[in-house]
């Protein structure tokens, strides 16, 4: 298996636009979770679905952040509009099961907001 | 307000030696615990788990002991290896079923 792909590896943009984030969960996975890490948070949860469904999104910090994710292979996370700060690196994990177990991340996106 | 506190940013120890990883938690409900490693430019990935049943869990050279009373975990590495440095972040998942919360992490710096 390729395992958790996520696109792009590296995005800058200038503050204001829409930024789009993309995941690839590991086939068979049916629950998925979107983290940010900075240095101030460390690994923060935004956001998890099962069954493609939303579970819980109280770690979305903004309205100006939104994820879907319209089928069990492949999920966004979207930036509309885009501020400073919002750069981070963005992972995206899948699980066997949602209840805490073991995550399979993917490489994540760095993403640099000027 | 963190739940799960890795209160050492930063770790070095000479290769050969033991390297000790701390973890903190406030959350009583938290019944199973995580560590992951993380490279630079890579995601992080699974290193060794414990449930809150168990005082120790030992695979290979990491060894993982949990302290239900004081609320403490630690990751033991013995012997440490040049290849061990990396972030290391320690999670726990509450017995009510949700996603794993992580700590800050610590970056541990073997020198050879």
């Known amino acids: 298996d390729a395992g958790v792909i996520q696109s792009p590896r590296h995005e800058v943009t200038e503050m204001g636009q829409e930024v789009t984030l993309r995941c690839k969960p590991i086939?068979?996975?049916?629950?998925l979770f979107w983290y940010r890490q900075t240095m101030m948070r460390g690994l923060e949860l935004l956001i998890y679905f099962n069954n493609n469904v939303p579970i819980d999104d109280s770690g979305m910090p903004e309205d100006r952040f939104s994820a879907k994710m319209p089928n069990a292979s492949f999920s966004t996370l979207k930036i509309q509009p885009s501020e400073p700060r919002d750069s981070a690196v963005y992972f995206c994990?899948?699980?066997?099961?949602?209840?805490?177990?073991?995550?399979?991340f993917g490489s994540g996106t760095q993403l640099s907001v000027l | 307000d963190q739940q799960v506190k890795q209160n050492s940013p930063s770790l070095s120890v000479q290769e050969g030696r033991i390297s000790i990883l701390n973890c903190d938690y406030t959350?009583?409900?938290?019944?199973?615990f995580l560590w992951y490693k993380k490279y630079p430019a890579e995601g992080p990935t699974f290193l060794i788990s414990?449930?809150?049943?168990?005082d120790k869990n030992e695979d290979g050279r990491f060894t993982v002991f949990l302290n239900k009373s004081a609320k403490h975990l630690s990751l033991h590495i013995v012997p440490s290896q040049p290849g061990d440095s990396a972030v290391y972040f320690c999670?726990?998942?509450?017995?009510?079923?949700?996603?794993?919360?992580f700590g800050k992490g610590t970056t541990l710096s073997v020198s050879s």
């Open positions: 959350n009583s409900m938290f019944d199973y």
């Open positions: 086939s068979g996975h049916n629950s």
């Open positions: 999670a726990a998942r509450n017995q009510a079923g949700t996603a794993l919360i």
């Open positions: 994990a899948s699980s066997f099961r949602v209840l805490g177990e073991k995550l399979f």
């Open positions: 414990i449930s809150s049943i168990k």
